[in-house]
């Protein structure tokens, strides 16, 4: 699958590396062309100019930046997503950081759906802290990669991609389940916070439903 990665943080570059090493190929991109050109090397993906042309090339885009980045990026990729996937990994905050920007009535990936109206928004990958992406079974226990969407296609490609690259994938609903997804993130993070914590903490619904693959 072609997949276009903006932004080369802990999180795009971990992603680059490991869907190229499941045999994706990666286009990578963001502001910093000194940045992209280091991280597309390190993980063996193509460098893209800018967010729309890392898009045009792609099948699946994944929004690896700040939420407070994602309207002015979906604007620019807007024109070349019809129809594409757009898998949303950020994890909105509050100002302040001391939790989830939506307080259970709205979340990031239901803004981006309606910044990108012609394309097909999943929220997933949220919940996967960065240190895990490169082996996502700490403990020796496979996290899960919860996926929420509308489109069943573009649901089916993501629960794809998170097997692709070790994940327990589980379809947890329609996209305003990203609202729970969200907040589940945030639990997590606001452990970590604490001083002396690994950044090593990850989900897995025990006793879970069996997994969905695409
Ligand atoms: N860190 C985690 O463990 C974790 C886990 C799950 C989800 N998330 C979420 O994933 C997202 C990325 O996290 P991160 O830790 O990788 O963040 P990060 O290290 O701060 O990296 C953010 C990336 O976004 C790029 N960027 C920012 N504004 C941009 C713009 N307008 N156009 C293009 N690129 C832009 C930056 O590019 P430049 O460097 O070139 O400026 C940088 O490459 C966040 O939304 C976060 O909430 C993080």
Redesign the pocket.
Known sequence: MDIAI???????SGLATAFVGAGHRVYL????AD??EAAAQAAGATVATS?AAAAALADVVIL????G?AE??AGAIRPVVNGKTIVD?????KADWSGPLFGGTDSGAERIAAWLPEAHVVKA???????NIAAPAPEGIRLDGYVAADDADAKAIALGLAESIGLNPIDVGPLSAARQLESL?WLNISLNMAPGST?KTGWKLVGAPVAVAA
Request: charged content about 10%.
């Open positions: 903006i932004g080369t943080g802990s999180v795009g991109t963001a502001r910093s940045k992209v967010p690896a930046v700040p939420f980045a002015e990026i990994v950020t994890n909105p905050a990958f949220n919940t996967l802290l960065a240190n993130a950044w």
